[in-house]
């Protein structure tokens, strides 16, 4: 190199240092995060109208970001819901409709290998992806984060872990066989960790933004709170004082830890200048389970694992203050509009037909042509349950419950049945529902039986034990 080629290059990297990261960031795609609570009561959030759980940081994300008040996950449950989330498809196209068993050898038992997840098409879009949390796609190694477009991974692997207890499997034989016992892993290897779980979690999400400032990154943070176990350290649960119900407390208390989490992540990008030009979406998996952990879905009918709007209808923020004006949106959107909306924003459409979502940005920063006008549906037990919203309008079929319709707009709690008033719309959704439902296979496993009772349970204990992870 010259020496006035040489001092040239100088020159620039100086000016490059000079000009502050918000501003460099703006020239290329925004950085994406997806912040995945883990049965998630729709009222348990201040934003949400929670008074007795505080959640400052995630209030002042909803108070800044886009408000989805229509936010649906695709299924009742954990794994089916991100299956949908990661592909962006209905999960029930591919078979992917119940939970997965903790099944490390078995290859047959996961997130389909020929299903391409919002990591791989993110990846090959140059970003730096990462997954941290609970994966809950498949235990065996085919499965893995690192098979399915993640470049880093640390967490569960399974659908639920200890918060504090992470290293029995060690030295107790009986804990290696508790899917809630099995090591953290970072990468493939098994790790030692200490402190609270969410903590972790928080600890690695934040590690994984400061080093991958120098490009655009995708961070999947799927936090297993408030998930069962019901564990929380003290710090947290003198938090949630006033609350007397020892169940709800503790599940109030996670709620908090996912809270400080979110805010770590928000002080990491402005600390690092680039709150600005990264979109985070927060959302729960799926409805609260209220007889399992007192939380709370109103004014929803139903609860994680039915198809009323207990059960798919979440918390649901959009955060990009670059391209968002802070609001509301009330038109339905849905989590598989995430892979679509992502690819769209990595300038990577999505082909049309390659996912069932749409792109969110346009809708959400009002310059779409039109407005957001598609059905949304949902079944389970393999068609057993199901249901549509069309419009307003939602008919569905849940188990051991006759056919309903309701009208969303003026009976959010699913109060009113119409189904016998207005026969015409419920032939015309039974009819769109039957033709989406033609697209779809049966589901390729059953799910995992629950585990044996030590001691003579109870019913009710025996009816929690099989509650869906
Ligand atoms: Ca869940």
Redesign the pocket.
Known sequence: MSSTASIARSLILAIVALVPAAARAADRPPNLIVILA??LGYADVGFQGARDIPTPRLDALARAGVRCTAGYVSHP??SP?RAGLLTGRYQQRFGHENNPAYLPNDAAVGLPLDRKTIADTLRAAGYATGAVGKWHLGAHPSFHPLRRGFDEWFGLIG?GHRYFDHNRFQTDPQAARQEYLIPLQRGTEPVAAEGYLTDLITREAVGFIERHTDRPFFLYLAYNAP?TPLEAPPRLLERVASISDPKRKTYAAMVCGVDDGVGAVLDALRAKGIERDTLIVFL???GG?ISVTNCSNAPLAGA?GTLFEGGIRVPFVVHYPAKLAPGTFDRPVSSLDLHPTFAALAGKPLAPGASDGVDLLPHLAKTADKPLERDLFWRADGGKRFAIRSGDLKYVVNRDSPEKLFDLAADIGETRDLFTERPDDVARLRARYAAWNADNIAPLWSNPAPAPAKKAATKKAAAKKAA??
């Open positions: 883990d049965d449950f954990c819901t659908g998930h729960s998996d799926n389970p994680k869906q992870p």
